[in-house]
């Protein structure tokens, strides 16, 4: 796979200071689902393809209701869509990128019924060409 191949996401967090601010940029193999972790409450997310063109975007993307740990981006034509909640089974093998860029595969959650509690794995790997 060539760097042609893959997606940049860019998310931004555009209420800290006068001109916002980057909150995470990764570099993925193509997906049209990613989970956040940690968002803030508002987002705009730019995704890319491998020669920089703009393939989605979504902005303003504001969190609705309760803040969750998670949060759940996904690209329906050219739009980025952001739906806040907690991830289910469903959701297991689905790329999370963590503030700063890092992404990885969740491979396990849980969340007590009330939320007050929740338990999560995700695999990081990578390599040099």
């Known amino acids: 796979m060539t760097t042609d191949d893959l997606q ?36 705009a997310v730019t995704v890319r393809s491998g020669d920089d063109r703009v393939t989605a975007r979504g902005e303003p993307l504001e969190r609705q209701g309760r ?19 907690w991830p ?8 999370v990128i963590l503030p700063g860029g890092e992404v ?11 939320g007050s509690a929740w338990r999560w794995s995700v695999d990081f790997s990578n390599r040099r060409d």
Do not use: Q
């Not at 289910?88 to 790329?95: M, N, P, Q, S, W």
């Open 8 to 43: 940049t996401w860019e998310l931004w967090y555009p209420a800290a200071g006068a001109t916002g601010l980057e909150f995470a940029r990764g570099r993925i193999d193509p997906t049209s689902v990613l989970w956040v972790h940690a968002a803030p409450d508002r987002l």
């Open 88 to 95: 289910t089974d469903a959701d297991l093998g689905a790329l």
């Open 67 to 85: 803040a969750y740990p998670m949060t759940r981006l996904s690209v329906e034509g050219d739009a980025v869509k952001r739906e806040d909640r």
């Open 104 to 114: 990885g595969v969740l491979t396990a959650w849980w969340n007590a019924e009330d």
